[in-house]
Nanobody, 121 residues
Framework: RLAESGGGSVQSGGSLRLSCATS????????LAWFRQAPGKEREAVAA???????YFADSVKGRFAISQDDTKTTLYLQMDSVKSEDTAMYFC?????????????????WGQGTQVTVSS
């Protein structure tokens, strides 16, 4: 099971940290990722992390977002810095057995319910 939290409203240029609590069999997944979906758009990959610590990022968030896990591997985080209006979306965490290919939505077999992020200018 995956449960996101931490969404909300933030001004452009500000920061926000999203959390995703994992439980059950999800904790044995090798790949955890964040996706987002803006109104009228398809769900897109934002970032992913492999159990070993290797990370992947979409070009649109490189240098601004960071993905990490806590030491117990029970919580996934997305640190969002220098946010822009185009970052406004519902953010979802997802899990898969591997991160290859990390950017494909249909590669992931478990999803959370999402948390809304709204960036105002």
């Amino acid at each position: 099971r995956l449960a996101e939290s931490g969404g909300g409203s933030v001004q452009s240029g500000g920061s926000l940290r999203l959390s995703c609590a994992t439980s059950g069999n999800i904790r044995s997944s090798s790949c955890l990722a964040w996706f987002r979906q803006a109104p009228g758009k398809e769900r897109e990959a934002v970032a992913a992390i492999v159990t070993a610590g290797f990370t992947y990022f979409a070009d649109s968030v490189k240098g601004r977002f960071a993905i990490s896990q806590d030491d117990t591997k029970t919580t996934l985080y997305l640190q969002m810095d220098s946010v822009k209006s185009e970052d406004t979306a519902m953010y979802f965490c997802a899990s898969a057995r591997s991160c290859l290919p990390w950017w494909r939505r249909d590669h992931y077999n478990s999803w959370g319910q999402g948390t809304q992020v709204t960036v105002s200018s």
